[in-house]
């Protein structure tokens, strides 16, 4: 945030506890600190409006919002909202969903289906011309003529996705028609390196991490990737059909929720993590990749998700509010 010029207040926060604990004192404790900090943050900038985008990491900010009178916006990026966005939804003056689907979990709140607001680079994926595109693929040492598979996990990976990437790169490694570009995660780098696999006439190139993810999306044909809602937001925006793995930690699985309702529209395939294995994801790649009808297909079909005026949706909502609430 420094760096795009927004100043950064950092605040204590804590997951609500659950059983009684030494461990749950704690975060009361932590919890109760946040409050605090957030309040007289509060005091000092006197906000027109609060924004809270979510999690427990929200508590402080969106609660003392409420209790000084500060309208409060939620914002909402998961087709299953979340604990926190479910709590306050009734006392919030409006929440900003980005599907359809969410509505029926916020029961009276004031809903509006706005979308999930991406970056401008990432939107500006379909308008790259063929010779930008061709340029992107010499600066990542990728062919331009080839089916490109996009395979990423988080800016920490995703371990189970790379170790069934790996079995099937090595079961695919003779199609000269076939690139991965393989974002394994900081954390899941070093041994994706050691286990690489030989491969004939297949392009596979290994990185960590892509700052500019723009220029992977740009390139992809197909993503094999989690059912995060930032992913969810930019494969709809560039219209790039997937294989989604649900995260299946994800707090009460909203990830499988964002994959369903991806798969029902028809813009992906969904593989539940404790069934993923090399072979099964290999055959399903080897199949997308070799009917271009069908991809082309599924990106429209995942297109259709996008809202890309998402954010001045958003915006235009933060504005309607602070007017209502300066009026009375």
Request: glycine fraction near 8%; charge should be neutral.
């Amino acid at each position: 945030m420094p760096q795009e010029g927004f100043e950064f207040i950092p605040i204590r926060a804590a997951s609500l506890p659950g059983v009684p604990s030494w461990s749950a004192f704690k975060k009361l404790a932590q919890l109760g600190s946040g409050l605090f900090e957030a309040l007289s943050c509060l005091r000092r900038i006197r906000p027109d409006l609060v924004i809270g985008f979510g999690g427990f990491v929200s508590v402080p900010a969106v609660a003392s919002a409420l209790v000084t009178r500060v309208p409060v916006l939620l914002a909402e990026q998961n087709v299953l909202p979340g604990k926190t966005n479910r709590f306050f939804a009734s006392r919030a003056a409006a929440v900003a969903v980005s599907y359809d689907e969410s509505l029926r979990y916020l029961g009276r709140a004031r809903t509006v289906v706005t979308g999930n607001p991406v970056r401008r680079e990432i939107m500006l994926c379909r308008e790259m011309s063929i010779d930008e595109r061709r340029r992107i693929a010499g600066e990542l040492g990728l062919s331009p003529d080839r089916m490109t598979v996009l395979v990423f996990g988080g800016s920490r990976g995703a371990a189970s996705i790379n170790r069934a990437v790996l079995d099937a790169v090595h079961r695919l490694g003779d199609r000269r028609d076939l690139q991965f570009l393989h974002l394994t995660g900081r954390d899941g780098f070093e041994s994706v390196k050691e286990r690489m696999p030989e491969t004939g006439r297949t392009i596979y190139r290994v990185m960590p991490y892509m700052d500019d993810m723009h220029k992977a999306l740009a390139l992809a044909d197909l993503a094999v990737c989690r059912a995060g809602a930032t992913t969810m937001s930019e494969l709809a925006c560039c219209g790039c059909p997937a294989i989604m793995v649900p995260y299946p930690y994800a707090a009460e699985n909203h990830q499988e929720y964002n994959a369903r309702l991806v798969e029902r529209e028809g813009g992906a395939q969904v593989i539940l993590d404790n069934v993923l294995d090399g072979d099964d994801l290999a055959g399903r790649i080897e199949m997308l990749i070799s009917d271009r009808q069908e991809l082309d297909r599924m990106g429209r079909a995942v297109r259709s998700l996008a809202r890309d005026d998402a954010a001045e949706r958003i915006a235009d909502l933060a504005e309607d509010i602070i007017k209502v609430f300066r009026l009375n």
